[in-house]
């Protein structure tokens, strides 16, 4: 049958059979077999390792001079800046990099920065204890308020008390004595 066909059909009908699809074993549902998809996962994970210790490696290595760049790079993060060692810490056979003559730049600022910090540091001190007597003024007040409110309130009470008390009722009048006749008082003789 296939010599009947036209050549390049032969050449279609060859290349199909050995495609790299047909070779491949795939599951009903188009996914590569358990076998594959495992050996690509190992794969990844060596690679991601393998990134990690030569990301590790690295840092080690050029750890401090990738810390200098940052922090003069971006000043708010001057944190991560290596720290210098103290010098006890350097070796005996060392020599101690001699003290620089003249100030650096950034020195300087660092200095004029402590400055201004201990200067805001005093003022926040200062207004702490402001705030400290301030608080205790309003305490003395309020208890003053409160002496006052109460003794106000124990007086109203008082005046309430003598107000809502009954009056006393007055004393009966006294009965009349009747006076005494007297000749002019009587009276004349009818006619």
């Known amino acids: 049958m296939v010599s009947t066909l036209s050549p390049s059909i032969q050449a279609e009908v060859s290349e199909d059979r050995w495609s790299t699809e047909q070779l491949r074993p795939v599951h009903l549902d188009g996914r590569p077999s358990l076998g594959k998809r495992a050996s690509r996962s ?83 001190d200062e207004l702490a204890g402001q705030l400290a007597a301030g608080r205790q003024q309003t305490a003395g007040d309020i208890a003053n308020l409160q002496a006052v409110v109460a003794a106000g309130q124990q007086q109203m009470a008082g005046d309430i008390a003598k107000i809502s008390a009954p009056a006393p009722r007055p004393a009966a009048p006294a009965a009349r004595k009747p006076l005494p006749l007297t000749p002019s008082s009587e009276a004349p003789p009818a006619r």
């Open 42 to 124: 190992l794969a990844r994970l060596l690679i991601t390792f393998c990134i990690g210790v030569a990301a590790t490696l690295a840092w080690q290595s050029y750890g401090d001079t990738a810390r200098r760049m940052i922090a003069n790079s971006y000043p708010q993060l001057g944190w991560l800046a290596p720290q210098a060692a103290p010098l006890a810490q350097i070796a005996p056979n060392m020599v101690a990099p001699a003290a620089p003559t003249a100030l650096s730049p950034e020195l300087l600022q660092l200095k004029a920065m402590a400055a201004n910090l201990a200067a805001v540091r005093q003022s926040v």
